[in-house]
């Protein structure tokens, strides 16, 4: 009989391990990996996603993802910001 | 079972060991039928942890999607936040250079009253007004270098300058702190003249050198930019051969890709001879500061005119890619999609 218990005992201790096995994945640090073939669909309704930069201090408005698919838009505005701040005169008398 | 363990835990006589007690024989292979059970619901178990952490495909696709929504999200909070912080600087900017020009025009206005009227009252007033006019000049400039500071440190932009231009562009910011100093401590008319003579002199320097750390980075952003539609142009390839082997007329398409492909190269060129041009850098050090003013003057207006021509040809280029995504869509309809990677990306819905 005691080995009935012994077993019982044992049943829950491997349940709890069942439990650690089971508990969610910790977050991965390395960035998710983007499909990279290339393939042919037909009938696909997916929208075109526009890449998410954090390059932009510009202020520019991000054009939505369908009318910006390669993010071109974005990028052509950040040089067009740089260019405005390299610009920047100051209006000094020739004397004083 | 667990009736038995719990009585046993509270001190009470379970009913199998009551039956266990009278039972005889057939209590003997109920426990043993009972500890088999027990073993092999034991060994099952071991496993219970392995099988519940195996993932299917479908919750491996949603925890990447998760994830990868995750950090998209955090990207744009990185954004947000960058452009808030360049939104300041834009701001501080704004207000410094409209206070500048408020205090020149009283300036101005107080030369001229002290010109009628030439007494002492007159000349006080000129001289607290001189003051203010420098030191909102001061204050413009050293607002135009926080802002340029800002672009050099940004984390994308670190390394693309090989010398220390933040280090040069804090030393310009020290100097005009130090001309504030002078500027509250200046009496006479030559101490005022001196001092503006000097601001007028750093001024150029630092609009020369801070052009040049723009261009810099200017340039490899470009260039970037130019390696990126590269990419874009052999998709626009695979579109055009999808559709042809659906069997749709692709003249149209092929056209704006071939005007698409001609900007893209005429930016290329032009590129190429920015880039030969910054990598002599006449008129400036290898650190990055004016050594010949002249020279450097003459640099930055010919690299000035070559940068603002690709960026215009850079534009075209994402507009002519405009003219052909929406020329693609129009003839595909939803029948074909020719994905790249995630960020590049032709759907013809």
């Given amino acids: 009989m005691k080995l009935v218990y012994i077993l019982i005992v044992l049943v829950v201790a491997a349940f709890t391990l069942g439990c650690i096995g089971n508990k969610p994945a910790e977050p991965s640090t390395s960035a998710p990996i983007a499909p990279v073939e290339t393939s042919v669909s037909t009938g696909a309704t997916t929208a075109p996603v526009a890449p998410v930069e954090t390059s932009v201090p510009t202020g520019a408005t991000t054009a939505p993802a369908s009318e910006d698919p390669f993010g071109t838009d974005m990028d052509v505005a950040d040089l067009d910001s740089m260019l405005a701040d390299s610009s920047m005169d100051i209006s000094l008398m020739d004397s004083i | 079972m667990f009736i038995n363990a719990a009585m046993i835990v509270l001190g009470k006589q379970s009913p199998i060991v009551r039956l266990e007690k009278y039972g005889g024989n057939n209590m003997k292979y109920t426990n043993r039928i009972l500890a088999s059970l027990v073993a092999a619901v034991f060994i099952l178990s071991l496993f219970s942890g392995v099988v519940a952490a195996i993932q299917t495909p479908a919750e491996q696709y949603n925890k990447d999607n998760e994830q990868n929504q995750s950090q998209e999200q955090n990207q744009l909070q990185e954004q947000n936040r960058l452009q808030e912080q360049y939104r300041l600087h834009k701001e501080k900017y704004d207000n410094t ?128 930019f130019l390696s990126k539609v590269d990419n874009v142009s052999v998709k626009m390839d695979e579109a055009i051969t999808r559709l042809e082997n659906e069997g749709i007329d692709t003249t149209k398409l092929k056209e704006e890709a071939a005007k698409f492909d001609r900007i893209v190269a005429d930016a290329k060129q032009n590129q190429q001879k920015t880039d030969e041009l910054f990598d002599v850098h006449d008129g400036f050090s290898s650190g990055g500061t004016v050594s010949d003013a002249n020279a450097a003057r003459e640099f930055i207006r010919q690299g000035d005119g070559m940068q603002r021509d690709t960026v215009k040809k850079l534009k075209d280029a994402a507009s002519q890619l405009k003219n052909f995504v929406n020329e693609f869509r129009k003839l595909a309809r939803g029948l074909v999609t020719i994905e790249g990677s995630s960020t590049e990306t032709l759907s013809g819905n």
């Avoid at chain 2, 420098?134 to 050293?142: E, F, G, M, V």
Wanted: hydrophobic share 35%; net charge positive; no cysteine.
């Fill in chain 2, 97 to 224: 250079k409209k206070k500048f020009e408020e205090a020149r025009k009283i300036f101005e206005n107080a030369r001229e009253r002290l010109r009628n009227a030439n007494d002492n009252r007159s000349r006080e007033e000129l001289k607290i007004k001189t003051k203010d006019y420098l030191i909102r000049a001061i204050d413009q400039t050293i607002s135009h270098l926080e802002i340029l500071k800002y672009r050099v440190e940004l984390r994308e932009n670190r390394g693309i300058i090989e010398f220390d231009a933040s280090g040069n562009i804090e030393a310009h910011i020290t100097q005009l702190e130090e001309m504030k100093v002078k500027v509250e401590q200046a009496e006479t008319a030559r101490d005022f003249t001196t001092i503006h003579s000097e601001l007028k002199d750093l001024w150029v320097k630092i609009r020369l050198e801070t052009r040049y750390y723009v261009g810099i980075i200017l340039n490899y952003r470009s260039n970037a």
